[in-house]
């Protein structure tokens, strides 16, 4: 079975606590639109300073790209560090390396402090290298993290095969800052705590109109109003109206996951035992990992559509055994993918579109962890305990990505022709 929706996720979550959509006129200090990790983690710093807060979400909390993603809690950006100061600059950049690489760490600590159950598992990942260039890759990332004090190493292939249970990796780079999630788990258990803080959180209820008003901001559902002094846009790649610019700057790759049902004991043992999450240096990578359950879960880009569904189920077949000699016979259960937004520049950006009003988005592929810390900072914002030159990103005017639908569209095309003719040569 395949979905465009959250897939094993929404099997092994637990029940979405209840929020009935928003109906009749009311007033908030802040007004959160998007219930994914940035406007979900907004909400409850904002409710666990008092503020009075409503989040809006146009069908339920994780129905984004938080309720469909691989789990991976990573520190940090797909850029290499280095990319990350060159393009963000000398002020920007160190900031926002900084804040990503204990990123993942204030998932830990909100995942205890609000006792949210989604299979959190801080044991690292391992990013695997099949081939000299991405040893090379690694080396230089592990370098350039190890020079700004991040805890990183790299394995050599023997120590990767153990770590694994692939013989297919020459190398890993291990970050023990890092692990893995029940993705939708965790943005319902911050729903729910938000909800306990005194957050209010309206589902089925995207909004379809965003006016400046004398007083702040008027936001409006098809059944109701807000009237809120500010206004937090956190609705990313999934954007629907009324402000499309957040998505309209960000190229969409697609991306899949297909489960296994729970392995026997015998193989979860010999498949990362430590319990990390992995996937590769190749352009069109796999990734790799298990839930709690013992499933194993295989993802690369591509879309599960009518027609390249086929093709990435059978690659995704090929791959695992490919991986692991062990697995063959294993059957991929359920599958189901989602769209991840790419920016020029690899980058997250924000925007303060009006004042008042206030968007971080496009983390590339890399949302748990910058979505939890950015949201965080957007409700210091709000709260005026830290002014916008403090932030990690600076304020810019979006742009829309050139030639957005056609690009969107070679990716997708492009994912499916490799996985149709590819080995594990393949590039
Ligand atoms: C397949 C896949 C794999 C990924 N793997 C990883 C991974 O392993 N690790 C990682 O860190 N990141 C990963 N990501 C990226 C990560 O999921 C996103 O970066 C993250 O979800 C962004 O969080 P967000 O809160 O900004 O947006 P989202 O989680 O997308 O939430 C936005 C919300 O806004 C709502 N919305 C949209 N328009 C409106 C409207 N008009 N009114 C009200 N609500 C609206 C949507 O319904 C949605 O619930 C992956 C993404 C995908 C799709």
Not at 2 to 19: E, H, I, K, M, R
Not at 192 to 202: E, H, N, T
Not at 367 to 377: E, H, Q
Not at 385 to 400: A, F, G, N, W
């Amino acid at each position: 079975m395949t979905s465009d929706g959250p897939g094993l996720w929404g099997v092994t979550a637990p029940p979405a606590p209840d929020c009935p959509p928003l109906t009749g006129a009311v007033r908030a200090d802040v007004a959160v639109i998007g219930a994914g990790y940035t406007g979900l983690s907004a909400a409850l710093h904002l409710a666990r300073a008092g503020a009075d807060v409503i989040v809006l979400e146009a069908a339920t909390p994780g129905a984004g790209g938080a309720g469909r993603n691989v789990g991976l809690v990573n520190a940090g950006l797909w850029l290499m560090p280095n990319d990350v100061i060159a393009r963000a600059g000398p002020v920007f950049g160190p900031r926002l390396l900084e804040c990503l690489g204990r990123a993942p760490a204030e998932v830990w600590q909100i995942v205890t402090e609000e006792a949210i159950a989604c299979e959190a598992t801080p044991r690292g990942t391992l990013h695997c290298a099949p081939d000299a260039a991405g040893v090379a890759a690694l080396r230089a990332r592990a370098a350039q993290w190890q020079s700004l004090g991040g805890a990183v190493s790299l394995l050599d292939a023997p120590e990767t095969a153990a770590r694994t249970g692939s013989p297919a990796f020459q190398a890993a780079l291990f970050d023990p800052r890092a692990g893995t999630i029940q993705p939708l788990a965790y943005a319902l258990g911050l729903a729910r705590a938000a909800l306990a803080r005194g957050a209010r959180i309206c589902g089925n209820s995207p909004v379809t109109d965003l006016q400046e008003t004398a007083q702040g901001w008027t936001v409006t559902t098809p059944q109701g109003q807000v009237q809120a002094r500010q206004v937090i846009l956190a609705t990313d790649t999934f954007t629907s109206a009324p402000r499309p610019e957040c998505a309209r700057e960000q190229v969409i790759l697609p991306y899949f996951n297909f489960a296994t049902d729970p392995l026997p004991p015998e193989l979860r043992a010999e498949i990362l035992p430590g319990g990390e999450g992995a996937w590769d240096t190749r352009k069109l990578l796999t990734s790799f990992r298990l839930d709690a359950a013992g499933r194993f879960i295989i993802g690369s880009v591509g879309q599960l559509g009518a027609l390249d569904g086929a093709v990435h189920r059978a690659w995704a077949a090929r791959q695992m055994a490919r991986l692991f000699p062990g697995l063959p016979g294993v059957a991929l259960q359920t599958g189901w993918w989602g769209q991840i937004g790419m920016t020029s520049d690899a980058l997250p950006r924000m925007h303060q579109p009006a004042p008042g009003l206030w968007s971080i988005s496009g983390y590339n592929g890399r949302g748990i962890a910058p979505g939890t810390v950015f949201g965080r900072l957007l409700a210091e914002l709000c709260l005026g305990r830290i002014s916008v030159d403090q932030m990690p990103l600076p304020v810019t005017p979006s742009s829309p990505a050139m030639l957005r639908s056609l690009r969107g569209l070679t990716l997708r095309g492009g994912a499916a022709a490799l996985h149709l003719v590819s080995g594990y040569g393949a590039r």
